[in-house]
Nanobody, 123 residues
């Protein structure tokens, strides 16, 4: 059974940094793509970043490109999202999700989800 658990969210000032983690179990991380999504109040869940399970190729939404970095540690079965230069509009619940094949930033392409972690960017 695929399980994903997010952690590391919190309150950070604009311009600050935060790293959220996605601990996985029940599957081999090498063979899955892991995506990070976020959902702000009253808005649709949107894709933020994705990392492929094989060669580790990464993908980013334009809104976070150059500020966020996705990475993984296969030995720890964990995927990270390092977020720098945070803005108030980055405030959302951040979710990680897994899919068996290649990367996607579309919510509909992922079937296994974590419970989310809240990230609030405010002074």
């Amino acid at each position: 059974q695929l399980q994903l658990v997010e952690s590391g969210g919190g309150l950070v000032q604009p311009g600050g940094s935060l790293r959220v983690s996605c601990a996985t179990s029940g599957f081999t991380l090498d063979f899955y793509a892991i995506g990070w999504f976020r959902q702000a109040p009253g808005k649709e869940r949107e894709g933020v970043s994705c990392i492929r399970g094989t060669e580790g190729r990464t993908y980013y939404a334009d809104s976070v490109k150059g500020r966020f970095t996705i990475s993984r540690d296969n030995a720890k079965n964990t995927v990270y999202l390092q977020m720098n230069s945070l803005k108030p509009e980055d405030t959302a619940v951040y979710y990680c999700a897994a899919r068996r094949y290649g990367c996607s930033l579309s919510r509909a392409d992922f079937g296994s989800w974590g419970q989310g972690t809240q990230v609030t960017v405010s002074s």
